[in-house]
Each structure stands twice: as structure tokens, then as C-alpha cells.
């Protein structure tokens, strides 16, 4: 039987999100550039893989494989036979591997999905901003289709979002406005602090208080919490 929930890969994490990712559910992780956003999705991904299932994961900020390995360690090759890795060029061809994704969560032979990552979800979506409402249909449609994988097929889906300035509201906030808020029903913040540290904190959880937070850094295999 499948546990509800899967886990990040880090016990300060799991214990932020009540446990881990959740099944059927987005989780949105958004941050300023070099905050720990794509280490948090390696980590992941190498977890679940760990585990003994595949991985989906879509990258449209460029893949390291040289990170992939310095997390998976020893075992990052055989890890790397059941990582299903999409690199969309354009927004476009987003949506369309998103589509193609299914076909591997369809498969329940084998080593099955349990994990599907987009990292960034928002960073073609940027590229289309001149496009005004339709860019923002489009995101919406995308993350539509995500949630609607990770329902259809039991799983979570973590996902990565950059940052802009709210001027009306006077914070901080993840692109995509309130429609990708909406859709994730987990949401944390990365923070950097000074002298490397970063902190991960806790802005929507459907029942765990928001404000929650633990203090990191990047380390070659991951992080460290402090």
C-alpha cells in the first residue's frame, strides 16, 4: 500500500510539508536565482529513485548532471535509467512533454512513477510576457494538466517558480499570480541569509501554520540544515 506521502530527501523538509510531498497535490517551491530551488527537486527526485521508482522530470532551466551525480552519489548511473528527463526549448513544447509525460505514468510495469518535477514551471512562461492574459492561460493550462497527472495517477508533483515584486501588495511573491497559488496546495519560500545560509519557510499548507521555517546551506551532496 502507498504511503500518502513521499519524501523530499531531507527530514527538515519532509517535517515542513507535514511529512513529505503529497500525493495528488502541487507542491510549489519559489525563490530568488541560486536559493536552493533545483538542489531541493535533485534531492527529491534522487529520493524516490532511491526508493526503487521512476521519475519524471521536466527542466526548462538546463539539467546538471554533474549536480544529478554529486546528490545520487555512487548509484547515479543506475539512477539515471529510470530519470525521464524532458528539456522543453519554448512554452509551447512545455505543454506538449507534459502531454507526452503520461505515457510513462501509464506504465505500472516495471519501476512505476511516483514523483513528477518541473523545474522551473515559470521560466519559459517568463519569455511570453508580452502575450499578457493568453501567457497566463497557457501557465494555467499546464498546471491544469499537472494537477489533473498527479490525481489521475496517485502521485505528487513538485514544482519551482521564480520571484517578482507584488508593488499593490509590497511583498515578494511567485509568478504566475494567484491561479498558480491557487493550485498549489503547498507552498514554500526560499530565502537567502547572510554568510551562504538560507531559509526555507512555510507559506501555504492546508494544516500546518504558515511561518514555518528551518535554516540550510547548499552542500556538494545536498544540504545541511543549521
Known amino acids: ?8 530527501g531531507n527530514p527538515a523538509l519532509d517535517d515542513l510539508l507535514g511529512g513529505g510531498l503529497e500525493r495528488r497535490t502541487i507542491t510549489q517551491i519559489y525563490g530568488e536565482p541560486a536559493s536552493g530551488k533545483s538542489t531541493f527537486c535533485q534531492m527529491a527526485a ?5 526508493a ?24 547515479a548511473a543506475e539512477f539515471a535509467d529510470r530519470l525521464y528527463l524532458f528539456e522543453p526549448l519554448d512554452f509551447a513544447q512545455q505543454g506538449t512533454m507534459l502531454a507526452d509525460a503520461e505515457g510513462l505514468l501509464r506504465k505500472r510495469d516495471g519501476n512505476p512513477v511516483d514523483l513528477v518535477v518541473m523545474d522551473s ?50 511583498r515578494v511573491a511567485g509568478l504566475g499570480g494567484t491561479a498558480l497559488e491557487h493550485l498549489s496546495k503547498a507552498i514554500i519560500r526560499l530565502e537567502k541569509k547572510d554568510g551562504g545560509v538560507r531559509r526555507a519557510m512555510l507559506r501555504k499548507h492546508r494544516s500546518r501554520p504558515e511561518g514555518l521555517s528551518f535554516d540550510f546551506v547548499i552542500t556538494e551532496d545536498g544540504i545541511r540544515t543549521v
Open 1 to 8: 500500500m502507498k504511503q500518502d506521502r513521499v519524501s523530499t
Open 46 to 50: 534522487v529520493a524516490s529513485l532511491r
Open 52 to 75: 526503487g521508482n521512476s521519475v519524471v522530470y521536466i527542466d526548462t532551466e538546463g539539467f546538471s548532471v554533474e549536480r544529478f551525480t554529486q546528490v545520487a552519489g555512487g548509484r
Open 121 to 170: 514551471a515559470t521560466a519559459l512562461y517568463r519569455t511570453e510576457l508580452d502575450l499578457g492574459r493568453e501567457a497566463l492561460r497557457r501557465l494555467s493550462h499546464h498546471m491544469i494538466k499537472l494537477l489533473g497527472l498527479a490525481k489521475k495517477y496517485d502521485i505528487p508533483a513538485l514544482i519551482t517558480n521564480q520571484i517578482y515584486m507584488d508593488v499593490e501588495r509590497d
